[in-house]
């Protein structure tokens, strides 16, 4: 069950476009190719690959990957002229943003662009997979119906996302294969759907 506390019903009067993107955002030290050995190193770079995994092992697993729609970015190349209109071009052909938000978090310049940009500009919808948890029930307060301390200390890593958030839809889940797939196919989530800004999370 979704609870944001509730979610209205899923809209159904807006336009879904045949192909949907899914922007994923994460740290890694720069400059950055994704075939250094640093890269790999970093472990928030590492959650990205699971998607990436998945993706291969299953092609009906729902992760469009809109990293995959222009060219390598995180380079040395220069950062005004040609790595952030590389990264906004992506974000304009996405439905969201995939945030993952781990204890190796850093708040670099790529990070800050891509979420500031992502919401104050474009109001993409934010789900947020944290790596450090495993279950549905890591994000929640016993016994209550909210995200514990350990989620909102985390968002501290990253002060934009934290101070922006409240301006579009985010989810908070886990990093479970079987959650994220409910998550990417969740409508709700999208551009396209306008759902109302807050935090969501699944329950149960």
């Given at each position: 069950m979704l609870t944001k506390s509730?979610?209205?019903?899923?809209?159904k009067h807006y336009e879904i476009m045949s192909k949907i993107y899914n922007y994923t955002a994460f740290y890694?030290?720069?400059?950055?190719?994704?075939s250094s050995l640093g890269a790999n190193a970093t472990k928030d770079f590492c959650y990205y690959n699971i998607l990436k995994a998945w993706k291969g092992a299953d092609s009906s697993f729902p992760f469009n990957n809109a990293h995959d729609t222009t060219y390598n970015v995180r380079d040395s190349s220069d950062w005004e002229l040609t790595l952030k209109p590389r990264l906004r071009e992506r974000l304009k052909n996405s439905e969201n943003i995939v945030l993952f938000l781990?204890?190796?978090?850093?708040?670099?310049?790529?990070?800050?662009?891509?979420i500031?940009?992502?919401?104050n500009t474009l109001g993409l919808p934010i789900i947020v997979?944290?790596?450090?948890?495993?279950?549905?029930?890591?994000?929640?307060?016993?016994?209550?119906?909210s995200l514990n301390s350990t989620v909102k200390r985390l968002w501290d890593k990253l002060p934009i996302f934290r101070d922006s958030k409240s301006k579009v839809p985010?989810?908070?889940i886990p990093l479970n294969?079987?959650?994220?797939?409910?998550?990417l196919n969740n409508v709700s989530f999208?551009?396209?759907?306008?759902?109302?800004?807050?935090?969501?999370?699944?329950?149960?």
């Open positions: 509730n979610i209205k019903s899923q809209k890694v030290s720069e400059p950055f190719s994704e781990s204890e190796h978090t850093i708040n670099s310049r790529a990070l800050r662009e891509e500031d940009y992502g919401i997979i944290y790596p450090d948890l495993k279950t549905k029930e890591d994000l929640i307060k016993f016994g209550k119906n985010v989810l908070h294969k079987e959650t994220i797939r409910n998550a999208r551009w396209a759907s306008k759902s109302e800004a807050d935090d969501y999370f699944y329950n149960k």
